[in-house]
């Protein structure tokens, strides 16, 4: 079994900056692409950012030039950088994991808040 705890969220201005954390923990074998989905009210879940094992990262383009990615695979944690925040941004936070044993299975983090709001 493998459990994400995301961290991080929380309430910034516009033009503000944020730092979301997702680690992963348990019975860790072989992790593949981690990333970042958010939904926000009323909208469609939306993936925001994706990063492989050999870190390739990719963009939606509406965070393109604003968010950045990365990980430390020593403790199979993912973060996403948010800068430039706009109210657009506010939404729910998921993290996620591709992990695989004997196959792959993706596992999700419980979400958080980022509300960018004066």
């Known amino acids: 079994q493998v459990q994400l705890v995301e961290s991080g969220g929380g309430l910034v201005q516009p033009g503000g900056s944020l730092r979301l954390s997702c680690a992963a923990s348990?019975?860790?074998?072989?992790?593949?692409?981690m990333g970042w989905y958010r939904q926000a009210p009323g909208k469609e879940r939306e993936l925001v950012a994706t990063?492989?094992?050999?870190?390739?990262?990719d963009y939606a383009d509406s965070v393109k030039g604003r968010f950045t990615i990365s990980r430390d695979n020593a403790k199979n944690t993912v973060y996403l950088q948010m800068n430039s925040l706009k109210p657009e941004d506010t939404a729910v936070y998921y993290c996620?994991?591709?992990?695989?044993?004997?196959?792959?299975?993706?596992?999700w983090g419980q979400g958080t808040q980022v509300t960018v709001s004066s």
């Open positions: 348990g019975s860790i074998f072989s992790i593949n692409a």
């Open positions: 996620y994991v591709d992990h695989t044993t004997w196959v792959r299975q993706r596992y």
């Open positions: 990063i492989t094992s050999s870190g390739s990262a």
